[in-house]
Each structure stands twice: as structure tokens, then as C-alpha cells.
């Protein structure tokens, strides 16, 4: 079993800069391909990013590519979600999650931290 635990979200300024982190436990993480995704209120869950598991291929959603970045440093276990020029619309709790195969539909992924808020402000 996987347990994943997010951290890094917050208040941000539009046009601002936010770092995620999720960190897995186990020793199976590098085996794994991560995604990102998240629920804004009323709204439903929503890709955000994706990243295989040697994070040598990458997959972004269309309103986030060129502004945000994925990562992965497997000897810590962890993959990053770095944000920048932030929007308002950007505003959601953030998921990670991890999958067999890298993937842009929920359905594809079998664990889930239990988010971080972000919230950007104009």
C-alpha cells in the first residue's frame, strides 16, 4: 500500500510562484508514474499534470502547460508541482496521485494524498 501526503499549498498573489510536494511512503515509489489534479468548489476533479516514472516523459493540461512544471527526485520518494504565474482560476484543492502507467484520466491512477488548498487571489 501507498500513502501519499501533500504539502505546499497556500495564499498566493495572482502572477505568483507555489511549490506542491508528495511525498510517498514505501520503497516501490520509482515504480510508479505521479499525476497531479485538482477540484475547484462546484467543480469536478480535473487533470493537472502527469509524470512517468523515470520523469523522462510529462503530460500537462492544456490550461496549465508553460506555466506549471513536474518533477520527481525518486531517491526522496517525492514529486514536486511547481506553480507559476499563478491565476485565480488556478484556485482548487490539489491532489497527487500515483499509477501504473503515466496517464491524463483519474480512473487510471490507484492512490491518493488527501490534497492541499491553493488559493490565488487577485
Known amino acids: 500500500q501507498v500513502q501519499l501526503v501533500e504539502s505546499g499549498g497556500g495564499l498566493v498573489q495572482a502572477g505568483g510562484s507555489l511549490r506542491l510536494s508528495c511525498e510517498a511512503s514505501?520503497?516501490?515509489?520509482?515504480?510508479?508514474?505521479m499525476g497531479w489534479f485538482r477540484q475547484a468548489p462546484g467543480k469536478e476533479r480535473e487533470f493537472v499534470a502527469a509524470?512517468?516514472?523515470?520523469?523522462?516523459?510529462?503530460q500537462y493540461a492544456d490550461s496549465v502547460k508553460g506555466r506549471f512544471t513536474i518533477s520527481r527526485d525518486n531517491a526522496k520518494n517525492t514529486v514536486y508541482l511547481q506553480m507559476d504565474s499563478l491565476k485565480p482560476e488556478d484556485t482548487a484543492v490539489y491532489y497527487c496521485?500515483?499509477?501504473?502507467?503515466?496517464?491524463?484520466?483519474?480512473?487510471?491512477?490507484?492512490?491518493w494524498g488527501q490534497g492541499t488548498q491553493v488559493t490565488v487571489s487577485s
Open positions: 509524470i512517468s516514472r523515470g520523469g523522462t516523459s510529462r
Open positions: 496521485a500515483g499509477a501504473p502507467r503515466i496517464s491524463d484520466q483519474q480512473k487510471g491512477y490507484d492512490y
Open positions: 514505501g520503497r516501490t515509489f520509482s515504480t510508479y508514474a
